[in-house]
């Protein structure tokens, strides 16, 4: 079975910084994308950045480039999201995803980001 477990969300200051993490299994790691996407309340849900581990292709949403950095540990099959210069529009709740072409197929469960002002 595909499993994603999304972690490292909490409440944090604007300015601040928070580090999630997307543990997957049970499929080939780096056949896939690994996304990031985000819901805030009363919105639709966005994609935030992505990665193909196997040629380290990333790409990013407009308004966090500079600020958000994707990453990837093959061998421990973990996505990151270093997130930096966090503002309170960032709050929503964050999700990993997988899928060709960075085109989410599975989804995990959302880790709470909150941004204070």
């Known amino acids: 079975d595909v499993q994603l477990q999304a972690s490292g969300g909490g409440l944090v200051q604007a300015g601040g910084s928070l580090r999630l993490s997307c543990a997957a299994s049970?499929?080939?790691?780096?056949?896939?994308?690994i996304g990031w996407f985000r819901q805030a309340p009363g919105k639709e849900r966005e994609g935030v950045s992505c990665?193909?581990?196997?040629?380290?292709?990333?790409k990013y949403k407009e308004s966090v480039k500079g600020r958000f950095t994707i990453s990837s540990d093959n061998a421990k099959n973990t996505v990151y999201l270093q997130m930096n210069s966090l503002k309170p529009e960032d709050t929503a709740v964050y999700y990993c995803?997988?899928?060709?072409?960075?085109?989410?197929?599975?989804w995990g469960q959302g880790t709470l980001v909150t941004v204070s002002s």
């Open positions: 990665i193909k581990p196997n040629d380290g292709y990333t």
């Open positions: 995803a997988i899928g060709p072409d960075c085109i989410p197929h599975y």
């Open positions: 049970g499929f080939t790691f780096d056949d896939y994308g």
